[in-house]
């Protein structure tokens, strides 16, 4: 089951101040540094929640791609390989293939290599750890958290080589697609994770550099190969989990112009061509899993705009030429999960409204002209004080 991380005191107070994290802001962490000197029944509580899950990440990984069974078509076992989650066999065809799609109906297939969910874990793992261990200050944290680092990007016998050419390959048709890139998208987080270890003995310089030198390839790979620039281009979420991890990256190896550029040029372009008039997002709206879809692409919307902060500028308030603003694309989504209006586009799975609460968390902060006192009445054990720090979903 998927867990919401509660970010909770992030107070640097063994080092005596807050690293540079590029999601994570320094009020946020002086804010909940205030609740802990007044010992806030409701942070001490998610502090407990931390620590637990803290103690059972010890026994989890380390992770690598070198782990699985299968040989990507290089032959290398340091490429990083996964196959398309909604393909299935054609049953018209005696070898099944090419595989047909299913949108939305995820083949068990895709488990039989494990590097994304390797990937997915590494990034959450490395995250949670690192905040419990600016928090705790238990060193098995930190150690932990830099030994999954060492295996999967900088230790030869298992880092992984810095580019995605076999992601979410489809059998019979591709070896790979620019599509693979979304295997990877919270990589912002663990890049946050990172910067709260910097300078701590389990991290030390030269490891951080290494793995500067690993994302600088790898963002390298993005913006230059023939499988990157097609991810690019992507006109839907795909496009925008891209963005995320471009300026992420960009942000960690120290190309902040790079960066900035890149939210001005093709950020504000995706906001006008993803979103409608009114906030709808038609590109998610037509999948099978249109709610899903939907409160996806805008939480990456949102991580471009906690990013876009970092050099100064203002996405939550950005409107483009016809008028259209991120603020719509929430608000818009604001009745169904209030339960005020029914969602009649096509959702054959579950409407989980869990990932829309923690944008609503965020929201509340960065637009508190919205009312929202109908949702939180809907979902009273959702807002908490503890939860104005955002929780981030896995």
């Not at 960065?366 to 503890?386: G, I, R, S, T």
Request: charged share 25%.
């Amino acid at each position: 089951m998927k867990r919401i991380l509660i970010v909770v005191c992030l107070a640097a107070f063994t080092q005596g101040r807050a690293q540079e994290t590029f999601l994570l802001k320094k009020n946020v962490l002086q804010e909940t540094k205030q609740r802990l000197a007044r010992k806030d029944a409701a942070t001490r509580h998610a502090l407990a929640q931390l620590t637990k899950e803290c103690d059972t990440l010890l026994t989890r990984g380390p992770y690598s791609v070198t782990y699985k069974t299968k040989t990507p078509p290089s032959g290398n076992k340091h490429d990083y390989m996964s196959v398309g989650p909604y393909w299935w066999p054609d049953p018209s065809k005696p070898d099944g293939l090419p595989y047909i799609r299913k949108d939305g109906q995820v083949n068990p297939e895709r488990n039989h290599v494990r590097d994304a969910e390797f990937q997915n874990a590494l990034n959450h793992d490395v995250y949670t750890l690192a905040i419990g261990w600016y928090f705790t200050g238990n060193d098995a944290y930190a150690r932990h958290a830099a030994r999954l680092l060492r295996t999967w990007y900088i230790d030869t016998a298992t880092r992984m080589t810095p580019h995605l050419n076999y992601g979410q390959a489809i059998p019979g048709i591709t070896e790979g697609r620019g599509i693979g890139l979304i295997d990877t998208r919270n990589v912002d987080k663990l890049i946050d994770g990172v910067q709260l270890l910097k300078g701590s003995k389990a991290l030390p310089e030269k490891d951080y550099k290494a793995l500067q030198s690993w994302c600088r390839e790898f963002l390298t790979w993005m913006r230059t190969s023939p499988v990157g620039l097609d991810e690019a281009d992507e006109h839907n979420n795909h496009g925008t989990w891209y963005d995320v991890q471009a300026i992420s990256l960009a942000l960690f190896t120290g190309q902040r112009d790079s960066a900035k550029l890149w939210l001005e040029h093709q950020t504000k372009t995706r906001i006008e061509s993803q979103l409608a008039a009114d906030g709808s997002q038609p590109h998610e709206l037509a999948r099978t899993l249109s709610w899903n879809y939907s409160t996806m692409n805008l939480k990456a919307f949102f991580e471009l705009a906690l990013l876009a902060e970092n050099v100064n500028i203002d996405l939550w308030r950005y409107q483009t030429p016809s008028g259209k603003t991120i603020e719509k694309a929430f608000t818009w989504l604001l009745p169904f999960a209030e339960g005020k209006q029914e969602w009649k586009h096509q959702q054959i799975k579950h409407m989980d409204t869990s990932g829309y609460l923690e944008l609503a968390v965020m929201a509340g902060r960065k637009y508190p002209q919205l009312d929202l006192k109908a949702l939180w009445q809907k979902y009273p054990d959702f807002h908490e004080p503890v939860l104005q720090l955002v929780a981030w979903k896995y």
